[in-house]
């Protein structure tokens, strides 16, 4: 009798050995193929995302606005209550407070903690319905779109009254938030297989979230930190934050910022695909 308990060797459907190296481009092969089939059902991912706000606000008069009417009074208390604590203008803060908070809480927060439930939230749509996994991003995507879209309308209100519109310089946000919705599928990918595995991943996630918050410049301005600014550059959430908040406040992102997003988001990518051509084929059990 031979022992085979520590052979490396694994067999394709045919019983013919299959080096790892091959099994693991298979894998990327397949992940690559999903992420290109739910690029193919785009509308299918417009059509749920949408109807997810439409049933989160089901019944409700205003629907959405619920989320401009909220975000409105909490940046209008918070910045009259940081503008006295910082001994700042509130006409020179507000701008920049209700930008930087509706980036974050709408946006990069957002994104992430909504990634974390991408597969764990459609769990009866992927046991009954055979379409690609990466629909379910791709639908992520759209809803985190759509909730931003109705958020960013505070700061534009606040930008109006106080007579501080950025001008042409704000088109130089449309890059970088396309950069964001396509960092938002690689969490999707990646958070969402992880979260599927192991479900005390999300309250990590949160906790996480809420030190970044205070460590990067949202209610604070980076100036206030003197000389000792440069290490926000080790911050990957103030990189993508500013490449989308200065064009709102009428000025041009370093292109030391951009790199930084660039290489971050490259990362995110490639664990992204790792991730998800690793645990594609499991998901169905784990969800």
């Not at 190296?21 to 059509?47: K, P, Q």
Request: aromatic residues 12%; glycine residues 8%; contains cysteine.
């Amino acid at each position: 009798m031979t022992a085979t308990s520590g052979s490396s060797a694994q067999f394709s459907g045919s019983g013919l050995p299959t080096q790892p190296g091959r099994v693991s481009r298979s894998r990327l092969v397949s992940a690559c193929n999903d992420i290109a089939g739910g690029l193919r059902l785009w509308r299918l991912a417009l059509s749920l995302g949408w109807l997810d706000i439409r049933l989160q606000f089901n019944g409700s008069r205003i629907g959405p606005f619920w989320l401009t009417l909220t975000t409105g009074v909490m940046v209008g208390s918070m910045g009259l209550i940081y503008s006295q604590l910082f001994h700042l203008v509130l006409h020179d803060y507000l701008p920049y407070l209700a930008i930087s908070l509706i980036l974050w809480q709408a946006g990069l927060s957002s994104l992430i903690q909504e990634s974390c439930s991408t597969f764990t939230r459609a769990a009866e749509t992927l046991r009954s319905v055979n379409m690609p996994y990466s629909v379910q991003a791709f639908r992520t995507m759209v809803r985190c779109g759509i909730m931003f879209g109705y958020n960013i309308i505070v700061p534009i209100v606040v930008f109006l009254v106080l007579g501080v519109w950025p001008g042409l310089t704000m088109l130089l946000a449309i890059p970088a938030i396309a950069i964001w919705l396509a960092n938002n599928v690689a969490l999707c990918l990646l958070l969402g297989s992880a979260c599927a595995r192991f479900r005390d991943i999300p309250p990590i996630v949160g906790s996480i979230l809420q030190i970044m918050f205070y460590i990067t410049p949202v209610i604070w301005e980076p100036k206030q930190l003197g000389n000792t600014t440069f290490w926000l550059y080790f911050n990957p959430f103030y990189a993508l934050l500013e490449i989308v908040r200065r064009p709102f406040l009428g000025q041009a992102p370093e292109s030391t910022l951009w790199m930084i997003a660039g290489g971050f988001s490259l990362t995110l990518w490639i664990l992204a695909l790792f991730t998800f051509s690793r645990s594609r084929s499991r998901l169905a059990f784990w969800i």
